[in-house]
């Protein structure tokens, strides 16, 4: 049963079949396409599972159907649509005496319809099912003239041929009779029932609006989770998959968790493809969750869908998911570089706030870019609450494992015992075993020892209809070279088995699977593969579908691979070539783009499509539009960015001038009436610009976006705006244009009383007037921060007011004022968390120590900087420190230490292209140099850091140096 957390809603229709022809075919044509949508809008995936729709005859309808049927009402609960008319249905002659042992209930229901079996197993026998199961009774009036035979249940002329009229007769009495009967039923049961539609079109208007009930009532407007959630689901999905049937691994819980009592290095687990890696650390972290439950377990298996692999979007999960988990404020860069920087200080911030236990799982499937499997994106050392577990087969990643000295356990094969467990475990599930020489010859064989070639020989082994031939089934799986060998036989039966009524059935469906970047749903599966602009009859579908169970993954309606050696099977089987594997993204291309809109589905799989397709014209077409760039700004702006590196490095497009435009609509005052969007779009353009580094193309949208918006009177998106502008101002050094813009915002922010942005605003202008030596003005400004920020409650705003104000006393030599608020901050920012602010106010209060001749506690507070800068991996608060404790011990003559600090901050200056702190290193060098004694050295040194200034235009810097060299020249 779907539980509410899936997002999904798979709905099974029960309905007899001549006579409902019509209202079937409205259903699907009409109503579920408008649920479909509906859901869509929600986050959530709908199909319906209608085994008649499609089908040309009553007897391939229902003959060899039955278990199939009941099989898929129990994966469609509790959803399930029961319409009757005047026809019973069709009675199966004999019940399978395998099916009947698997659903003993059937026993008491012989010479029943296969209809009323669907209603009694998906609805009658199951009380759950009371709030989403619905019935259809139609008018018996309603029935058009002259086609009794169709619409009213009749003798059916082979009953005349083999039985005579009379017996005929009494036979078609008696379903009249049961018919009767389950309709009562159903009326007595209280189930959600309406009576006497009177057409198809009647029909089609009360599902659709009990349906729209129960979708409004379960998935409300708002309800659509967000990215991260979808994947954290996904996942989760994932890691229960692999708890089904689990043998072996067991024996090596004891060893991760001695590992983590013991070390703290991460561990890897390494072994053969199939060998039971993704399961034993979905099996162990679900397990350890339940026993920790104050441990945050956060799992993330690679290879899941063909986007689980980008290292930077896994960070962007890692630390989404933490900041949930842990309350934890800031922005998570757009920049991959950034991003990668800033994940060592997530990681020690959460571990701040509690025990973190991250699971990694398949390294070597990670996307080979950026340094991607060399595991670059990994921090070099973990924080003390954080423990870390990976696994990874041989390859790069493996390589970078062991050059990092991280521990390792490999996992071995499974031993006789456990094989032997492991096929009675498997086989229990559909009520089969083997005998003593089978299951003798399969566990004795060594290749069988890997558990996914055991599950897809059992997998076959199971479903094979003829225990005669059993021996020779297996004696073909044994023979095979590989897994993937074994998986083109399993491709090969299915041909064989499911492609009489449609040619070419498995190759479409699988590589249409192989071909998708987060799976396809059922719908779009059944589109894909079906023919002439109809989608592939439920009937066709779900035999196949069953048969693969054990092969494809489901969540949230989507379905992917289990394995990504299915992916590498398909690949060989089926798509051997360049031109083949890139035609099957451009069909899958040419179904998402013919979607109206731009619905979540089409923004995440076209342009990825239009990538792995090479059609870098579409793709420039597809990035250049404006609907499409306002929904994937929406849904993920990181995509975004991602599409553009990849087009510009593969093509001769490029991002400047690509939303020209856009500009050119400006010229059309109706549209911009029209389309109250298009402020924020420009608005949204000029942020992509500016975060992609582009800031003049950013500040010429910000200028057409500034004058709509005064045209129009959009305040609120004027203010936001300007303070664009002036931020870029300000980094372009056009501090007096950036002022002029933020007092404008200022005003609007009065007016409109929104003390947020007025605290916020303030900051940023004190900043400017301190820089321009207006100290008094500035720390005016800063205090009205601080009140404002105190009467809202935001206590992040109080203590960057209270350091900023420290500053200011600070410069203007006030150091026991200044000394005061920093303490207060300091008191503050632990309160808080703010591991960025601390390391910060700790620098500030070592130098104001060291100038009071505190050399002891000033070098205390800058080790305790350097010890946070560390775990946090900010290289630019590590130079900072390292260069503040080489001045201390150059104070206190301890020349050699000093230099060694000097030249490490040197080191991490070049390293982050830090040039005003380079140019510091080499004066505090040249002036150590000077010290000792060492003239030419030290005068070379700072002659180094002059020219390197003014090639900067560090013009103050510059000065300072001048007067030194004047002095020892």
Not at 268 to 288: D, R
Not at 301 to 321: K, P, V
Not at 369 to 387: C, D, H, I, S, Y
Request: charged share 30%.
């Amino acid at each position: 049963m779907h539980e509410n957390n899936s997002r999904q809603i798979r709905i099974f229709i029960s309905s007899t079949f001549l006579d409902m022809q019509r209202e079937r075919d409205y259903l699907v044509k009409f109503t579920f396409p408008q649920l479909r949508k509906l859901c869509e809008e929600r986050g959530v995936t709908w199909s319906e599972v209608d085994l008649r729709w499609g089908i040309t005859s009553e007897q391939s309808a229902e003959d060899q159907v039955l278990p199939i049927c009941l099989e898929e009402i129990q994966r469609c609960k509790p959803y399930f649509i029961g319409i009757l008319g005047e026809r019973y249905g069709w009675i199966p002659q004999v019940i399978d005496p395998a099916l009947m042992d698997r659903e003993p209930w059937l026993a008491e229901q012989i010479d029943h319809s296969v209809t009323e079996l669907e209603i009694l197993h998906g609805v009658l026998n199951n009380p759950e099912m009371a709030k989403r199961a619905f019935f259809y009774f139609r008018d018996p009036g309603a029935i058009p003239g002259g086609q009794e035979n169709v619409f009213l249940e009749m003798p059916l002329q082979e009953e005349v041929d083999r039985f005579g009229k009379e017996e005929a007769w009494k036979r078609t009495e008696s379903r009249r009779k049961k018919l009767t009967a389950l309709k009562s039923k159903i009326r007595r049961s209280g189930l959600p029932l309406k009576e006497n539609f009177n057409s198809p079109q009647q029909l089609g208007e009360w599902v659709l609006q009990d349906l729209t009930g129960i979708i409004e009532q379960m998935y409300p407007a708002g309800s659509q989770p967000t990215p991260l959630q979808r994947v954290i689901r996904e996942q989760e999905t994932f890691a229960e998959s692999r708890t089904r049937v689990y043998v072996g691994g067991e024996r090596y819980f004891k060893q991760i968790e001695e590992h983590l009592a013991q070390k703290h290095v991460p561990l890897a687990l390494t072994g053969e493809p199939g060998i039971g890696k993704s399961a034993l650390l979905a099996n162990w972290g679900l397990q350890y969750r339940r026993t920790h439950q104050d441990v945050k377990v956060l799992m993330h298996f690679i290879g899941t869908n063909t986007a689980s692999g980008d290292w930077a979007a896994i960070l962007r999960r890692i630390i989404g998911e933490l900041q949930d988990h842990f309350g934890l404020e800031g922005e998570i860069p757009e920049d991959v570089n950034a991003l990668r920087e800033a994940f060592p200080g997530w990681l020690y911030r959460a571990g701040c706030k509690g025990k973190v236990v991250l699971i990694l799982d398949a390294l070597n499937q990670l996307e080979d870019k950026q340094g991607a499997q060399e595991l670059t994106w990994l921090p070099a050392e973990f924080p003390q609450n954080v423990w870390v577990i990976l696994s990874t087969t041989t390859g790069k990643a493996l390589d970078a494992v062991k050059e990092r000295g991280y521990s390792i356990l490999t996992l071995e094969p499974l031993a006789l015992q456990e094989r032997e467990e492991f096929v009675r475990k498997f086989l229990a599930q559909y009520s089969k075993q083997l005998n003593v020489q089978q299951l003798k010859r399969i566990v004795g064989n060594e290749k069988i020892s890997n558990p996914l070639a055991l599950r897809i020989l059992l997998d076959e082994l199971r479903q094979f209809g003829s225990y005669t031939r059993l021996d020779e089934i297996i004696q073909t799986f044994l023979d095979a070279e590989s897994i993937i060998e074994m998986l083109e036989l399993v491709f090969e039966r299915c041909e064989n088995d499911f492609e009489t009524e449609r040619p070419g059935l498995v190759k479409d469906l699988l590589c249409s699977i192989w071909g998708a970047r987060q799976g396809l749903s059922e719908a779009e599966l059944l589109d894909l593969v079906g023919k002439n602009g109809e989608p592939l009859a439920q009937g066709i579908w779900s035999p196949l579908h069953l048969a693969l169970s054990e092969s494809l993954l489901e969540h949230n309606g989507f379905i992917h691979f289990s394995h990504d050696y299915f992916r590498q099977a398909v690949e060989k089987h089926y798509l051997s070539t360049q031109s083949e594997r890139e035609s099957v993204h451009h069909r899958l291309a040419d179904y998402f783009q013919s979607m109206e809109g731009y619905p979540g589905r089409k923004v995440v799989e076209l342009p990825w499509q239009y990538q792995q397709a090479k059609d870098w014209a579409e793709l420039y077409r597809l990035l250049t539009d404006a609907d499409y760039f306002q929904a994937q700004w929406s849904l993920d702006r990181y995509e975004l960015y991602a599409f553009w590196v990849v087009l510009e490095a593969n093509a001769d497009f490029h991002r400047e001038k690509a939303y020209d435009g856009f500009l050119e609509k400006l010229n059309d005052p109706v549209h911009l009436l029209l389309n109250s969007k298009f402020t924020l779009l420009l608005g949204e353009i000029s942020v992509f610009f500016r975060n992609t580094g582009c800031t003049e193309d950013s500040m010429r949208f910000l200028k057409e976006q500034e004058k709509v918006c005064r045209d129009l009177g959009k305040r609120e998106e004027l203010s936001v705006c300007l303070e664009n502008q002036a931020l870029i101002l300000r980094e372009w050094g056009r501090l007096e244009e950036a002022m002029r813009l933020l007092k404008d915002q200022e005003q609007i922010y009065r007016e409109m009383g929104n003390q947020e942005g007025i605290q916020r605003l303030l900051g940023i202008q004190a900043l400017i007037l301190h820089s321009w030596g207006r100290f008094d003005e500035a720390m005016q400004m800063q205090r009205e921060k601080e009140r404002i920020c105190r009467v809202l409650g935001n206590r992040d705003g109080i203590q960057v007011a209270l350091g900023n104000q420290a500053l200011i006393l600070k410069t203007n030599g006030k150091l026991e004022d200044a000394m005061r608020l920093y303490k207060e901050q300091e008191l503050m920012c632990r309160e808080l968390g703010n591991q960025d602010a601390i390391q910060k106010n700790l620098g500030n209060q070592g130098l104001i120590l060291n100038i009071w001749g505190r050399h002891e506690e000033a070098m205390e507070k800058q080790k305790e900087k350097e010890s946070i800068c560390r775990k946090l991996g900010d290289l630019e608060g590590i130079q900072s420190a390292l260069g503040n404790e080489a001045v201390i011990l150059q104070a206190k003559r301890n020349f050699d230490e000093a230099m060694r600090l000097s030249k490490e901050k040197e080191k991490i200056c070049l390293q982050i292209k830090n040039f005003d702190g380079l140019c510091t290193a080499w004066v505090y060098q040249g002036s150590i140099h000077l010290m000792m004694g060492h003239k030419e050295i030290g005068l070379s040194l700072l002659r180094k850091a002059y020219e390197q200034a003014c090639q900067h235009q560090f013009t103050a810097m510059a000065a300072k140096i001048k007067v030194m060299l004047d002095k020892f020249s």
